[in-house]
């Protein structure tokens, strides 16, 4: 499984755009890249799965560089409700094919 | 759906004794996942299930043993506790592209 290097704290005001990258050089062809998010007291959340390029949905996009060896999660406008763990993870997709290793992850702290 | 549910919410228990964690999930997911989490660290996965009867070691595995009967269920015995399995447990089960966690039972071990 590749590893994966994330910064473990950041801090960001409400309303900024918060950008978290990710380094995994190891990354292999068939891997994907996925995040997930944490709040205290609670089991991790799916936010976004990508391969390559960019990826966006209601809540985060995810941009990927043709090298595929970094990644970046960038939450637009960001909460109080936003402050938990987030943690880049990559495997390969699909439901039992791939093992999540969570590494201590990026805490994120949104100021008022 | 009630998703992935998890029993106990918190539990404390002494040097030696045993316990059963439960988990169940109502998504007809093969793929099931035991992790455990310890105070400010990432998750670390201690058993999976690829689906009914079939299970396989994690990274660590040493002092926990799992069984899954049924698609639904998929629970973790401890069998001697120990203070060093003092620890947040989560149980998830897979879908295509994410897994999906439950909310966590946090045992204590003295």
């Known amino acids: 499984l590749a590893k994966t290097t994330q910064p473990i704290s950041m801090d960001s005001y409400e309303g900024q755009e918060v950008n978290i990258t990710c380094s995994h050089n190891?990354?292999?062809?068939?891997?994907?890249i996925t995040w997930y998010q944490q709040f205290p007291s609670q089991g991790p959340r799916f936010i976004i799965q990508?391969?390559?390029t960019k990826v966006t949905n209601e809540v985060a996009s995810l941009f990927i560089p043709a090298d595929r060896k970094s990644s970046t999660l960038s939450l637009p406008r960001v909460s109080l409700s936003d402050t938990a763990v987030y943690y880049c993870l990559v495997g390969v997709s699909g439901a039992g094919s791939y093992q999540l290793t969570f590494g201590k992850g990026t805490k994120l702290s949104v100021i008022p | 759906n009630a998703g992935v549910t998890q029993t106990p919410k918190f539990r404390i228990l002494k040097i030696g004794q045993s316990m059963t964690l439960q988990c169940t999930q109502d998504?007809?997911?093969?793929?099931m996942y035991w992790y455990r989490q310890d105070p400010g660290m990432g998750l670390k996965l201690i058993y999976y299930s690829v689906g009914a009867g079939i299970t396989d070691k994690g990274e660590v595995p040493n002092g926990y043993n799992v069984s899954r009967s049924t698609t639904e269920d998929f629970p973790l015995r401890l069998e001697l506790a120990a203070p060093s399995q003092t620890s947040v447990y989560f149980c998830a089960s897979g879908g295509d592209n994410e897994q999906f966690f439950g909310p966590g039972t946090r045992l204590t071990v003295l």
């Open positions: 990508g391969y390559k």
């Open positions: 190891n990354i292999a062809t068939n891997d994907y």
């Open positions: 998504m007809n997911h093969n793929y």
